[in-house]
């Protein structure tokens, strides 16, 4: 359902931009400027090279994160920790009414933790060496709640989702402008080849670039704004003084990491960045958390 109301809304949007292109007669006024513009190939192009990288992003989720963080899925506990991971996760995952994930450890001196995978009842939750060393056991049941409640939210989902929406209008927008340097300013057009100039390929890739960066905006924003939530769902789940203790830990540790790649958008830190940096961090400052779940209604 979730999905389907992505795509929804995707198809909504590229139909909307189709109606005023046509109502404010934008298309014919670029071809009367020698602006070759098929809109609607355009914007179905533009679909899908935004939403397939998105898609294919999440059907490689979990083993992307095996491979690129070593992680070593729990398949026979192995010892008294690997047993209470194992039991703490399928109780939260009993509370929340998803499917049992893969439960696993990867090899980092960081606390740390994520959550990813393609559906909330095929996830992956994996936890850090230096989380299960540096944590009390009721603050790495905080932190599992936390990374829970992500995939029952379905937050991985959405994140992909709403990656490909916004790479399907940058895409779009970069290709628009590129065909208006081409053709109007640079008149770089090639007659023997009826194809784009020089200008085309360069003002694309330039706009592709500052697009991107102010979409990600978009993106990091709603991020930070479902680590609230997913620290509300460890609050439920294990209690919100336990999930409290936890942020604390966090910040106590010494020079926290993130997760490298798109791991770090599900991991359970962050860092710290300067005022213009913060538009641009996937989690908010951990003292805004821990304040957030200390005003919250006991």
Known sequence: MRILLFLLTNGAVLLLISLLFHVLGLGQFFQSRGVPLSLDGLLLSSAVIGMSGSFVSLLLSKWMAKKSMGVHVILNPSNATEDWLVRTVEAQARTLGIGMPEVGIFMAPEPNAFATGMSRN???VAVSTGLLERMQAEEVEAVLGHEMSHVAN???????????????????FASIAGMVVDRMLLRSNDDRSGGYGPAYYVTQMVAQIVLSILASMIV?????????????GGAHLAGTQKMIGALKALQRAHEPQDLPGEMAAFGISGHRGGTFGQLFLSHPPLEERIAALESRPQ
């Open 122 to 124: 095929h996830a992956l």
């Open 154 to 172: 379905g937050d991985m989902v959405t994140m992909g989702l709403l990656q490909g929406i916004v790479n399907t209008f940058v895409y779009f």
């Open 220 to 232: 990091m924003w709603f991020s930070r704004h479902r680590e609230y939530r997913a620290d509300e």
